[in-house]
């Protein structure tokens, strides 16, 4: 899979707006993989990746005609995983740069299978360009770094330089489901989200069909309470 070399600007579809990018959103985590897991993680991207750059996607070229949630940050992906397997119907981008991670969702998609799921081996700001305006029904952020002093703030992916960008790929009617641990964090995405007048909605209860976390369950061991924000693009 091909890299683009990276710059400090990440265009959007609009070309009068663009997202800043003056740090990565998130914390680079390295673990050594062996050589045959990597020959299968080469081998799986090529039959189930889409790259970080290139033209825009038709998700019908990819999906046929279901819906498409893009899935931020999946971490390990467990929970990429499972929602894919309880709701076939639906089909998930994946996209993260932790390559273990990658790996794991990849590794489903091949085995269990799971044809309603495909990864991104990069960064969400790059990737963008390749959605089209209006063409996801959902987008998930669970549990986002949380770069959590306030020098490392400007960081973070859900800020409200960030979010137009992201409600621009909704469509009408499309939901934007975040959730994290850190108090300051939620405020944050409270704010990021009432300023764009396209969305609406708020706290929630946890739903249901969000499996927990293994970030989560360590908040939750050391005392932190998850709090879940849904948004529905209503303009």
Request: charged share 30%; hydrophobic share 40%; with cysteine.
């Amino acid at each position: 899979m091909t890299r683009p070399d990276h710059d400090d600007r990440v265009p959007t579809a609009r070309a009068d707006r663009v997202v800043p990018r003056p740090n990565t959103t998130f914390k680079p985590r390295r673990r050594a993989m062996s050589a045959a897991r990597r020959r299968d993680l080469d081998t799986w991207l090529g039959r189930w990746g889409l790259d970080e750059a290139g033209p825009p996607l038709d998700w019908t070229d990819v999906f046929g005609d279901r819906p498409v949630v893009l899935d931020i940050g999946f971490g390990h992906g467990e929970t990429t995983i499972e929602m894919a397997r309880a709701d076939p119907g639906t089909a998930i981008v994946g996209i993260d740069v932790h390559t273990p991670g990658v790996a794991t969702v990849l590794d489903a998609i091949e085995h269990v299978p799971l044809p309603n799921v495909r990864v991104v081996h990069g960064d969400v700001l790059r990737f963008l360009v390749r959605v089209a305006h209006e063409s996801l029904a959902g987008i998930r952020i669970y549990f986002p770094d949380p770069w959590p002093k306030p020098r490392q703030h400007p960081r973070r992916l859900v800020r409200e330089d960030v979010v137009p960008a992201l409600v621009d790929r909704l469509s009408i009617g499309g939901e934007l489901h975040l959730a994290t641990d850190i108090a300051g964090y939620a405020d944050t995405m409270r704010r990021a989200c009432a300023a764009d007048d396209r969305l609406e909605g708020g706290v929630i209860e946890r739903p249901p069909a969000r499996p927990l976390t293994r970030f989560e369950r360590r908040g939750l061991d050391e005392g932190r309470h998850p709090v879940d924000l849904r948004y529905t693009r209503i303009a």
